[in-house]
């Protein structure tokens, strides 16, 4: 069971904004940077998100990130087609000495 | 532009040792943090271990059971799984971490390993 949680799914007409949150606890989230990625179907994970809010190269600004204590959130504005995937937040865990994935959010586009 | 591409077996039998190999074309494999993730069909990611040059990190849940090497001077790194089970069935992925190891900006296509009798 992962130590990061997240909605298992999020779903939104094209255009709207939708929002995946990752909860975490004081050893991973809360003294750590958190990274997002997405994972569009039978492909290998990219990095979508760096550093809590930082977006690699490339990534569109409709991606945004976002860290309060010991939660995280990726909002997605101007929903598309192709953001249909899985997302994933992750952090490094002090206690498990681990590198953690969270659960997983399937983003559907109506 | 740097490109990671894994090697593997597909179909090993149970007590068997899984060995991985990752190559890295297009940048040198020194500098970074190169990764070991996997994803059992259907379910989520799990890190494995990582190296930075000779200095390992391990997934505690893992770590009696796995070895990971680099070899500069093929520009690949590999991973060892022993004594294999069904719950070792899973796509393989490498990757490459930066800063502090943990941002994985490249990734390989992945590698599906079936642990079978």
């Known amino acids: 069971q992962s130590v990061l949680t997240q909605p298992p799914s999020a779903s939104g007409t094209p255009g709207q904004r939708v929002t995946i949150s990752c909860s975490g606890s004081s050893s991973n989230i809360g003294s750590n940077y958190v990274y997002w990625y997405q994972q569009l179907p039978g492909t290998a994970p990219k990095l979508l998100m760096s550093r809590n809010n930082q977006r690699p190269s490339g990534v569109p600004d409709r991606f945004s990130g976002s860290k309060s204590g010991t939660s995280a959130s990726l909002a997605i504005s101007g929903l598309r087609s192709d953001d249909e995937a899985d997302y994933y937040c992750a952090a490094w865990d002090d206690s498990l000495s681990t590198y953690v994935f969270g659960t997983g959010t399937k983003v559907t586009v109506l | 532009q740097v490109q990671l591409q894994e090697s593997g077996p597909g179909l090993m039998k149970p007590s068997e040792t899984l060995s991985l190999t990752c190559t890295v074309s297009g940048g040198s494999i020194a500098n970074y943090y190169w990764t070991w993730i996997r994803q059992p069909p259907g379910k989520g990611l799990e890190w494995i271990a990582n190296?930075?040059?000779?200095?390992?990190r391990y997934n505690p849940s893992l770590k009696s059971r796995v070895t990971i090497s680099v070899d500069p001077s093929k520009n690949q790194f590999s991973l060892k799984v022993r004594s294999v089970t069904a719950a070792d069935t899973a796509v393989y992925y490498c990757a490459r971490g930066t800063g502090n190891g943990y941002e994985l900006d490249y990734w390989g296509q992945g590698t599906l390993v079936t642990v079978s009798s």
């Open positions: 190296i930075y040059y000779s200095a390992t």
